[in-house]
């Protein structure tokens, strides 16, 4: 650091030092905030019985599927929308995933959170090649999971119908393949 800089750095009054360091401290809560979620579904730390959401999701394959029925699987909830770009990034990760673990006992359900009609939602899916379960969203099913308002937000549910991990924004593939495996490994 030169003279000149430090000369400046110690002339800033002690209010301009006191602003700048609540600055720091909010940009330090919002890393922890943004990154504690998928670092605990990782590693399984603090995972515990969460809420059990009663809800019955409406299809877009048609019909109605209750979370109650996928009892015993490990199920991934995932709100999205197609004009999200988080979202279209870490859809087709979902979807490999998907396609390796199904029959292990995970499943995936997306939820479109879009204001589109559903053929535009399923227009949308058979382009970019989904083929996992996605509904529609309704009040009642993002009531259940207490609201939903950043995209994507994903939560993985255990055997036992309980939310074990909630994740605001991307679920990386290594967090997500880290998360269902340890889920897969409890037994009831």
């Known amino acids: 650091m030169s003279a000149a800089s430090e000369a400046a750095g110690s002339a800033r009054s002690p209010a301009l030092r006191a602003i700048e360091a609540g ?15 998928p670092l605990r579904a990782a590693i399984g730390w603090g995972a515990g019985a969460g809420d059990k959401p009663a809800v019955t999701f409406a299809m877009l394959s048609g019909g109605a599927l209750p979370l109650e029925q996928l009892r015993g699987q490990v199920v991934l909830v995932n709100f999205w929308a197609t004009w999200c770009p988080p979202c279209r990034a870490e859809m087709p990760n979902f979807q490999a995933f998907y396609d390796a ?16 009609s559903p053929q535009e939602v399923a227009g949308f899916l058979r382009d970019h090649g989904i083929t996992y379960p996605v509904a529609m969203a309704s009040e009642p099913v993002v009531a259940a999971f207490g609201g939903v308002n950043d995209y994507p937000t994903s939560f993985l549910i255990d055997r036992l119908g309980r939310v074990r991990y909630t994740v605001r924004g991307i679920f990386s593939p290594q967090v997500l393949h880290a998360a269902v495996d340890s889920l897969l490994a409890e037994r009831s």
């Open 101 to 116: 673990t199904r029959t292990e006992g995970f499943t995936i359900v997306g939820v479109s959170m879009d204001a589109a």
């Open 23 to 37: 600055l720091w401290f909010v940009v330090a809560a919002l890393f922890v905030v943004r990154v504690t979620p």
